[in-house]
């Protein structure tokens, strides 16, 4: 059992930026960790995704603006967040996925200000 703790998000002007961590309790160097954000009233979506060996895609909405990486000794996976837009809002959570294993973090909210 990996158990998922988010931290980091927060109120923030939109063009701003933001970094959310993602703590995990064991180890993650084989998992291929996710970001997703859920907005209200919408469904949970991929925002970033990077594999155990460093592999990334995103969402085409964040391209370009939003990095996902990961600290294999910490255990910790980030998504830095730059040139916010409204749109980003929602609660971010973290995933991590090895075949049958699929833990989910609790989530953590972020807003945009015009």
């Known amino acids: 059992q990996v158990q998922l703790v988010e931290s980091g998000g927060g109120l923030v002007q939109a063009g701003g930026s933001l970094r959310l961590s993602c703590a995990a309790s064991?180890?993650?160097?084989?998992?291929?960790m996710g970001w997703y954000r859920q907005a209200p009233g919408k469904q949970r979506e991929l925002v970033a995704r990077?594999?155990?060996?460093?592999?990334?895609n995103y969402a085409d909405s964040v391209k370009g603006r939003f990095i996902i990486s990961r600290d294999n000794v910490k255990n910790t996976v980030y998504l830095q967040m730059k040139r916010r837009k409204p749109e980003d809002k929602g609660v971010y959570y973290c995933?991590?996925?090895?075949?049958?294993?699929?833990?989910w973090g609790q989530g953590t909210q972020v807003a945009v200000s015009a």
């Open positions: 064991g180890r993650i160097f084989s998992f291929t």
């Open positions: 990077i594999t155990g060996g460093g592999t990334t």
């Open positions: 995933n991590a996925l090895l075949t049958d294993y699929d833990y």
